[in-house]
Antibody, heavy 118, light 107 residues
Framework: EVQLVESGGGLVKPGGSLRLSCAASGFTFSNAWMSWVRQSPGKGLEWVGRIKSKADGGTTDYAAPVKDRFTISRDDSKNTLYLQMNSLKTEDTAVYYC?????????WGQGTLVTVSS | EIVLTQSPGTLSLFPGERATLSCRASQSVSSYLAWYQQKPGQAPRFLIYDASSRATDIPDRFSGSGSGTDFTLTISRLEPEDFAVYYCHQYGNSPQTFGQGTKVEIK
């Protein structure tokens, strides 16, 4: 069974940093392109960024609001995806989901809540 | 950045009726468009990819069509569990983007 489990959310002050993790199981993680999507309270979905598999170059892409502040990385030996978030702003408050599409099936974690507030 | 505009914002229908949801892109995304369903407190559910391919285990009352800039999600006969918010998502151009959502509510 495929599982994606996010962790690392919490309360952080504006300007602070946080690292989210997404533990993957049930599939060959190293072959998967992985993404982060967020959802602010009561709002719609917002794409954050994506990392390709190492076989496909391992490159990353980011949405404009997080570019140069957020970094996506992966540790294929641990089957884990990361989202390093720096210089956090109040508008980064959201539930953060990791997600991947494997063939005709899309998988999402349950999300982890990040609250940026003083 | 490609902007996806979904219409209508809210669709009020009875169970058993047909739902037609629209997603329009500000420039061509070819067929690199997906649809998701989301219910309160839950993660999104993957419904359609490549504009018209149904995802695994998705009932055939859900269908997608379109290419280029105009896309449609059709639910042929609404079941009680289909009342939710639906999002389109383009992954043909970076940055990827989502539409703002269409809420399908019980009339």
């Amino acid at each position: 069974e495929v599982q994606l489990v996010e962790s690392g959310g919490g309360l952080v002050k504006p300007g602070g940093s946080l690292r989210l993790s997404c533990a993957a199981s049930g599939f060959t993680f190293s072959n998967a392109w992985m993404s982060w999507v967020r959802q602010s309270p009561g709002k719609g979905l917002e794409w954050v960024g994506r990392i390709k598999s190492k076989a496909d170059g391992g490159t990353t892409d980011y949405a404009a609001p997080v570019k140069d502040r957020f970094t996506i990385s992966r540790d294929d030996s641990k089957n884990t995806l990361y989202l390093q978030m720096n210089s956090l702003k109040t508008e980064d408050t959201a539930v953060y989901y990791c997600t991947s599409r494997l063939g005709a099936t899309g998988y999402w974690g349950q999300g982890t809540l990040v609250t940026v507030s003083s | 950045e490609i902007v996806l505009t979904q219409s209508p914002g809210t669709l009020s229908l009875f169970p058993g009726e047909r739902a037609t949801l629209s997603c329009r892109a500000s420039q061509s995304v070819s067929s690199y468009l997906a649809w998701y369903q989301q219910k309160p407190g839950q993660a999104p559910r993957f419904l359609i990819y490549d504009a018209s391919s149904r995802a695994t285990d998705i009932p055939d009352r859900f269908s997608g069509s379109g290419s280029g800039t105009d896309f449609t999600l059709t639910i042929s006969r609404l079941e009680p569990e289909d009342f939710a918010v639906y999002y389109c998502h383009q992954y043909g151009n970076s940055p990827q983007t989502f539409g703002q959502g269409t809420k399908v509510e019980i009339k």
